[in-house]
C-alpha cells in the first residue's frame, strides 16, 4: 500500500466577519477525502484552481497536518512518523525551488545532504539521476542558464536521490510550452516504468490526466470521483449531445424526462448524455428544429466525465 | 548521527557560500568594520567607553541580517525543500544558524582587532576569549534573527520587528549609558535585557574597569549569554517543527 487516505479534511483558518455578524469560516479546503494507492502507477489530481488538488499535496508532503482523517504513506503515519514519511515520498513544488546561483550539481548535491547522502554514495546517485532524466551533459551548467523544461527536469533528478517510492508534483506542467509537457509525462512514465515509483502529479490539464493510469478528480474540496481515465469515460456509456439554443431551458425541460436521459443546461447550451445520440439529434432536428441553433456529438471524454461527477463544467 | 551532521553541515556551507558569491556582502563584510574604526575611533576621545557597545552593535546587525537568509530561502522555494526532507529540524536550524553567527563573529573579529590594534591598545584584553565571547553572542542573535524571519515572512515586517526590538534592547544595554548611571526602573529594565550582559561580558573580556558597585559578577554575563544562544536555538528548532501555513507562505 503507498497511500491510504482516510475523510482527511483541512480549513485554512481566516475567518471573515460580515457586518456585525458572526465571525464566518470559509468553506473547507478539503473535506472527507478518502482513497487509496496500491500500487507504483502514474495518478494524476485532476481539479481546477480552487478545488483542494494543493491542500493535499502539502499534506501529503506533511508540510501541512489535516484536520480531520489521517493518512499513511507507505505503511507510515503522516502526522506520528512525518520524518519517516519524509524518507518515502520525493516532491517536486508548483513554484522552482532550485537554487539559482548554484550549478545543477551542487543543487543535486544539497538535496542529496539534506536525505543523509553524501561522498562517493552521493556522487553515484547523482549521476544516475541525472541519467534517468537525461541531464548528465548539464550537471555542470548554472540554473539559471536552463530553459523551464531542463528545470523541472533537474527538479526531478533531485528528487530520486534517495529512491523514494512515491514522487509527487504539484502541477509540474505549469509554465512549460506544450513540447516540455510532452517530454515532461514521457520522463515521469518512464520514470513509473522502469523505477518501479508511484508518481502522483496534480494538474488542471484533461490531455496530462487522460494518459494517467488512475485519475483523482477534485471538486470544492471533495473527491468527485476516480478511477482508471478510460473506464471513467466508457461508464458514461453512449454519447454527448451538446445542443445550442436560445431556449435551452425549455428544451432541456422537455428532454429531461426522457429514459436514461441525462440532461444539464448551461448558459445557452444543453447538454445532454444518452445512449443514441443520432437518433436524438434526428428527432430533435424534426420536432424543435426552429429552437436549436447548433447541434454537436461525441464520445464521452474527461470533461464530460468531471461533468457528471460535479455539475460543473471544466474550467482549468 | 549523520543524518543530523550530514544536512547541518550542508546548510552552513552553503550560507558561506552564498555570502561569497554576494560580492556586496563581502564589501559590507570587510568595510564596515574599517568605517566604524576610522570614523568613531578618530572621533571620540572616549573611544573605550563605547568600544562594548560598538562591538555589541556590529555583531548583532551582521548575525540578524545574516538570518534574513531565511526570507530569501523561502522565496525562493528552497525553504520547501528543506522542511519536505527527512532533515531534522535542529539540524536545519543548526546549520543556518552556525553558517549565519559565524559570518558574523568574524567581522565583529576583524572590528575588534583593527579597534584594539592587534590587541595593543587594551594590555589587559583576552583577544581569545572575546573571539569564543562572540561568537556565542553572534549564535544567540542568528536564532533570534532565525525566528523573527521564520515568523514574518516579509523583508519589510522583518525589518520593523528588529527595528523595535533589538535597537531599544541595544540602547538600554549599558552602551549608551551605564547601569550606576540609571535611574532604578531603568537599572531593572537593563538588569533583565540580556544584551546588558553581552556588552558586560565583551568590556570584561577587554579589561575595562568598572565603577564600584557594579550590579553584575563576573561569572554571570557568560551564563546568561551561553543559556541565551541555547534556548533561542531550541525555541527556533521548536517552532519550525510545527506544521503550519506559514511552511507555504
Redesign the interface.
Same mark, same amino acid.
Given at each position: 500500500m503507498i497511500v491510504r487516505a482516510e475523510s482527511l479534511g483541512y480549513r485554512y483558518p481566516v475567518p471573515r466577519r460580515r457586518g456585525n455578524g458572526p465571525l464566518v469560516f470559509p468553506k473547507p479546503a478539503l473535506n472527507g477525502v478518502t482513497f487509496q494507492v496500491e500500487e507504483p502507477r502514474l495518478i494524476a489530481l485532476l481539479g481546477p484552481n480552487g478545488s483542494g488538488k494543493s491542500t493535499l499535496f502539502r499534506i501529503l508532503t506533511t508540510l501541512l497536518s489535516p484536520q480531520t482523517g489521517r493518512a499513511e504513506v507507505c505503511g507510515f503515519d503522516l502526522q506520528r512518523d512525518a520524518l519517516a514519511v519524509r524518507r518515502q515520498i520525493g516532491v517536486v513544488f508548483q513554484e522552482s525551488s532550485l537554487d539559482r546561483k548554484l550549478t545543477v550539481r551542487e543543487n543535486l548535491t544539497c538535496a542529496g545532504n539534506l536525505y543523509g547522502l553524501q561522498g562517493v554514495a552521493l556522487v553515484k546517485r547523482i549521476d544516475q539521476a541525472a541519467q534517468q532524466m537525461d541531464l548528465s551533459s548539464r550537471l555542470d551548467h548554472d540554473v539559471q542558464t536552463l530553459s523551464g523544461g531542463l528545470r523541472r527536469r533537474a527538479e526531478i533528478a533531485r528528487t530520486l536521490l534517495h529512491q523514494p517510492r512515491l514522487l509527487l508534483l504539484d502541477e509540474p506542467s505549469s509554465g512549460l510550452d506544450p513540447l516540455a509537457r510532452r517530454e515532461l509525462w514521457h520522463y515521469l512514465r518512464r520514470l513509473q516504468v522502469t523505477e518501479g515509483v508511484a508518481v502522483l502529479a496534480s494538474t488542471h490539464f484533461l490531455d496530462e490526466a487522460a494518459q494517467c493510469d488512475w485519475l483523482l478528480i477534485m471538486h470544492e474540496g471533495r473527491l468527485a470521483a476516480q478511477g482508471a481515465p478510460d473506464p471513467l469515460c466508457e461508464d458514461l456509456g453512449g454519447e454527448v449531445v451538446e445542443i445550442v439554443s436560445d431556449r435551452a431551458a425549455e428544451l432541456g425541460s422537455v428532454l429531461a424526462p426522457r429514459a436514461g436521459f441525462h440532461v444539464a443546461v448551461v448558459d445557452d447550451v444543453v447538454r445532454v448524455e444518452c445512449p443514441n445520440a443520432p437518433a436524438l439529434i434526428g428527432n430533435l432536428s424534426a420536432s424543435h428544429g426552429e429552437w436549436i441553433q447548433e447541434m454537436r456529438m461525441h464520445r464521452p471524454s474527461l470533461a464530460d466525465v468531471y461533468f457528471h461527477a460535479t455539475g460543473d463544467l471544466f474550467r482549468p | 548521527m549523520?543524518?543530523y551532521w550530514? $544536512?547541518a %553541515?550542508?546548510l552552513f556551507q552553503?550560507e558561506l =557560500?552564498?555570502f561569497w558569491?554576494e560580492k556586496s556582502r563581502v564589501a559590507g563584510f570587510a568595510g564596515t568594520p574599517v568605517v566604524f574604526w576610522l570614523v568613531v575611533g578618530s572621533g571620540y576621545s572616549d573611544f573605550a567607553r563605547f568600544l562594548p557597545g560598538a562591538l555589541v552593535l556590529t555583531v548583532m546587525f551582521s548575525a540578524i541580517f545574516s538570518a534574513m537568509s531565511l526570507i530569501e530561502d523561502r522565496k *525562493?522555494?528552497?525553504l =520547501? %525543500?528543506? &522542511?519536505?526532507? $527527512?532533515?531534522?529540524r535542529l539540524a536545519i536550524v543548526l546549520g543556518k544558524v552556525a553558517g549565519g553567527a559565524l559570518i558574523a563573529a568574524s567581522q565583529t573579529m576583524v572590528f575588534l582587532f583593527l579597534a584594539t590594534l592587534g590587541g595593543t591598545l587594551y594590555p589587559n584584553a583576552q583577544l581569545g576569549a572575546l573571539a569564543g565571547l562572540l561568537v556565542l553572542i553572534a549564535i544567540a542573535f542568528t536564532a533570534a534573527g532565525f525566528l523573527i524571519a521564520w515568523l514574518i515572512p516579509s523583508p519589510q515586517g522583518f525589518h520593523a520587528i528588529i527595528n523595535l526590538i533589538f535597537v531599544p534592547l541595544w540602547m538600554i544595554s549599558g552602551a549608551i549609558f551605564s547601569l550606576q548611571q540609571s535611574h532604578a526602573w531603568m537599572r531593572w529594565l537593563m538588569l533583565v535585557n540580556p544584551v546588558t550582559y553581552a556588552q558586560d561580558a565583551i568590556a570584561r573580556g577587554l579589561g575595562l574597569p568598572f565603577a564600584d558597585g557594579h550590579p553584575i559578577g563576573p561569572l554571570i554575563p557568560i551564563v546568561v549569554v551561553s543559556v541565551s544562544a541555547i534556548v533561542t536555538l531550541v525555541v527556533a528548532a521548536m517552532v519550525i517543527n510545527r $506544521?503550519? *501555513?506559514r511552511? &507555504?507562505l
Open positions: - | 549523520n543524518r550530514i $544536512p %553541515c550542508m552553503r =557560500l552564498r558569491r *525562493e522555494g528552497f =520547501l %525543500c528543506v &522542511l519536505a526532507s $527527512p532533515a531534522p $506544521p503550519s *501555513e511552511n &507555504l
